[in-house]
């Protein structure tokens, strides 16, 4: 919830920065305060000098969209990583296809492709 409130924010001082009127973030103890006045759309909610110049909604929109996007892909990336590495798919103790190949040979692996993988590899009947 933080790093979404903060994303409000600096979506909001991304649109005054394109606007040229220059960076504007409020104190750390207004984050809150003004977050439900941001996000009806007032620019200028939660600061404590009011810009002359106020983007438009349309601009506010965009970039605060767009810093939320982009905090949340970032935020998701190791949560990804980490699911796939520790989460309840990965299998303890199974050894990675670099480590199998260097372990048994890639000539072994081949050979007992039907043990391994026995949904993948059926065995032929001669």
């Known amino acids: 919830m933080l790093m979404l409130a903060v994303g409000a924010h600096l979506g909001r001082g991304v649109a005054f920065l394109v606007g040229g009127v220059g960076w504007v973030f409020p104190d750390m103890g207004d984050l809150f305060i003004g977050l439900p006045g941001v996000l009806s759309g007032d620019p200028s909610a939660g600061l404590d000098h009011v810009p002359a110049y106020e983007p438009a909604v349309w601009v506010l929109w965009t970039s605060i969209t767009s810093i939320e ?39 072994r692996l081949r050979r007992s492709a039907p043990v391994i993988r026995p949904d993948l590899y059926r065995w032929q009947r001669r």
């Open 69 to 107: 996007l982009a905090m949340v892909l970032v935020a998701a990336a190791p949560a990804r990583a980490g699911w796939r590495r520790w989460g309840p798919g990965r299998l303890p103790g199974t050894a990675s296809r670099s480590e199998a190949a260097s372990l048994l040979g890639v000539q």
